[in-house]
């Protein structure tokens, strides 16, 4: 299973490397009883941090078990104890969400339920992170929200993934891209420039972190590190 596979390489990342991965633990259709086993096993082989999500009802399963929500996963971690938890947010509104005020209202119930961080989608809109970050701020949360960076190397593919999780791709960003529709490369070094300057001005702004999605290209994310002088 995909739980199974995640444990097996958070353990292989943790006895062979000494790094502490951070795995991902989504709760739709599981059991208490589920998650508490995935935990214990977690904190045996000594992993102190977690990212809960909801995750999406399996096919064919109609009754999402005990919890409905990711907050309700956050509790349960929270109880349980020994773990920092982190929690994904949507600076451009998650695509299912009622609303924006409706995506906020979901944001700050996670952190209210324990969430010590939250890990944003990617975007290419610095305004949108900065929105997000104003507006929790006036409802009280304080927890820290980390950046999340997804290098361009691959326009194509690039927007087929944000036309599904619902990241805007500004027109100046998309045209400058396309110019370059049968240069690769020049598309790759561009999407690295682009991303390291909105990373630049965004940790100029008080952005606590950054949390890169490497889609397994970790030149790229390399490369924009660099560039950051981190």
């Known amino acids: 299973s995909t739980r199974e596979r995640t444990f097996a390489t958070v353990t292989m990342i943790r006895q062979d490397y000494d790094l502490e991965a951070v ?26 941090r977690i990212v809960a999500l909801r995750g999406d009802l399996p096919e064919g399963m109609e ?13 349960f971690i929270r109880h349980f104890g020994g773990f920092d938890v982190y929690v994904a947010g949507y600076p451009e509104i998650h695509p ?38 104003d507006e929790l701020q006036r409802q009280g949360v304080e927890v820290p929200v980390v950046v999340g960076v997804m290098p361009i190397t ?33 598309q790759y070094q561009l999407g ?3 991303l390291s300057r909105q ?10 972190s950054l949390h890169f999605y490497t889609l397994n290209q970790a030149e790229a994310t390399a490369a924009i590190w660099r560039n950051l002088g981190l």
């Not at 990373?199 to 606590?208: D, I, M, S």
């Open 23 to 48: 795995p991902h633990l989504s709760c739709i259709g599981s059991t208490e009883a589920g998650i508490r086993e995935i935990l214990e096993d977690y904190q045996k082989q000594g992993i102190r």
């Open 96 to 133: 299912r969400a009622t609303s924006a005020r409706d995506d906020v209202a979901h944001l700050v119930a996670k952190v209210q339920a324990g969430a010590d961080a939250i890990i944003t989608q990617y975007f290419f809109n610095p305004d949108a992170y900065l929105q997000l970050r």
């Open 154 to 186: 691959n326009f194509e593919q690039i927007s087929r993934f944000s036309a599904m999780c619902g990241a805007d791709i500004p027109q100046y960003v998309r045209r400058r891209m396309e110019a370059y529709a049968d240069d690769l490369q020049s």
């Open 63 to 75: 009754n999402p078990g005990h919890f409905q929500h990711a907050a309700d996963l956050v509790a």
């Open 199 to 208: 990373c630049q001005l965004l940790l100029r702004e008080g952005a606590p």
């Open 192 to 194: 690295i420039d682009l």
